[in-house]
């Protein structure tokens, strides 16, 4: 399997060594990055971000998201495509969201939390993600969540953006599954809450994940020693996600830069992870590790 040259690696069946089926999937931030995802062999999406069609200022309207996203989704042809709602966040600079200043800008308003304080914002994207449900596979993932409370408010503004739809005869997706995004320890804590109350799927945001569970800023140099994606703490935060997510049958995805890295691939099959998602230039690099990993630790032991 090592001398699977680029074009057979990129064809053949994302399987691990030991037979399990892996869904590898994309990190996006465009269609040209789904695009590229898809040539390069992807089951799909696991995480694309909307923010940046603010950053470049092509925004904002519902007309102009949806056209956005539905062809995010067309570009995937049917594969499952999971949409981010707008993840304000200081690493995204320049935007075009208003925010106060803040001493602490990764530990205040960002992320859905930004979208709850600003429901007409947050419910023009989520008209334009459910109208285009009709136009692919669509998951809706929601970021920075913390506790429960968070992810109901968010449903509650679903819950209005589907009557506004209505009142104005559109047609809409009414089964569009909604995800939280854990990028803080918080809500791996109390992840039981998420997968017995309604939430569809999850999603590991390891940049973020790291960041808050290591306090350490994700952008700062001399911070990096402290940064650490492969630690124990993020083992047993993973772990406890999963067991929470397999006893009540929720899929469970992880992308981040760390996933992007072929030295972490055993380290989270053998966590239970079955679906990775890393940017489209690791895809093959990823896969190839994946082809060359037991998904079973004693895998080899038993032939
Ligand atoms: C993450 O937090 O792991 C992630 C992929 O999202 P972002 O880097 O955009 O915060
Ligand atoms: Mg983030």
Same mark, same amino acid.
Request: aromatic share 6%; with cysteine.
């Given at each position: 399997? &090592? ?7 990129? $064809? ?13 999937? /994309? +990190? !996006? ?29 092509? @925004? ?7 056209? =956005? ?6 570009? /995937? ?8 709602? =707008?993840?304000?966040?200081? +690493?995204?600079?320049?935007?075009? =969201?208003? #925010? ?11 992320? @859905? #939390?930004? !979208?709850?304080? &600003?429901?007409?914002? =947050? ?18 993932? *929601?970021?920075?969540?913390?506790? #429960? ?6 449903? +509650?503004?679903?819950?209005? /953006?589907?009557?506004? *739809?209505?009142e104005r005869g559109v047609p809409f997706n009414e089964n569009t599954p909604f995800g939280v995004m854990l990028s803080i320890p918080a809500a791996c804590l109390t992840v039981e809450d998420f997968v017995a109350h309604g939430c569809d799927f999850l999603v590991i945001g390891t940049n973020d994940l790291t960041q808050y569970t290591h306090a350490a800023d994700r952008e700062l140099a001399s911070a990096e020693h402290y %940064? #650490? ?18 006893? &009540? ?13 072929? $030295?972490?691939?055993?380290? %989270? ?22 082809? +060359?990993?037991?998904? &079973? ?7």
């Open positions: 399997r &090592h001398t699977l040259s680029q074009e057979r690696l990129r $064809a053949a069946p994302c399987t691990t060594k030991d037979g399990t089926r892996i869904s590898l999937m /994309a +990190d !996006c931030a465009s269609v040209e990055d789904v695009r590229t995802a898809v040539e390069a062999g992807a089951d799909g999406v696991g995480l694309l971000l909307s923010e940046y069609l603010l950053l470049a200022g092509r @925004v904002n309207g519902e007309e102009e998201q949806y056209g =956005f996203y539905a062809a995010c989704l067309a570009a /995937a042809q049917g594969r499952p495509v999971t949409i981010c709602t =707008f993840d304000v966040a200081p +690493d995204k600079t320049g935007t075009e =969201f208003p #925010r106060e200043e803040e001493a602490n800008p990764a530990m205040g308003l960002c992320g @859905v #939390r930004y !979208c709850l304080a &600003h429901p007409d914002f =947050f419910e023009t994207q989520l008209r334009a993600l459910l109208r285009a449900g009709l136009a692919g596979n669509l998951r809706i993932l *929601l970021p920075m969540v913390s506790t #429960r409370d968070e992810f109901e408010h968010a449903l +509650d503004a679903v819950y209005r /953006a589907k009557c506004a *739809l209505r %940064y #650490r994606p492969a630690s124990p703490a993020m083992k047993k935060l993973i772990t406890m996600v999963m067991d929470a997510a397999s006893a &009540h049958h929720v899929p469970v995805t992880i992308c981040g830069l760390a996933v992007g890295n072929p $030295a972490n691939t055993a380290q %989270y099959l053998h966590l239970g992870l079955r679906s990775f998602s890393v940017s489209p230039q690791n895809l093959l690099k990823v896969k190839r590790a994946l082809l +060359d990993t037991d998904a &079973h630790p004693d895998a080899g032991e038993n032939g």
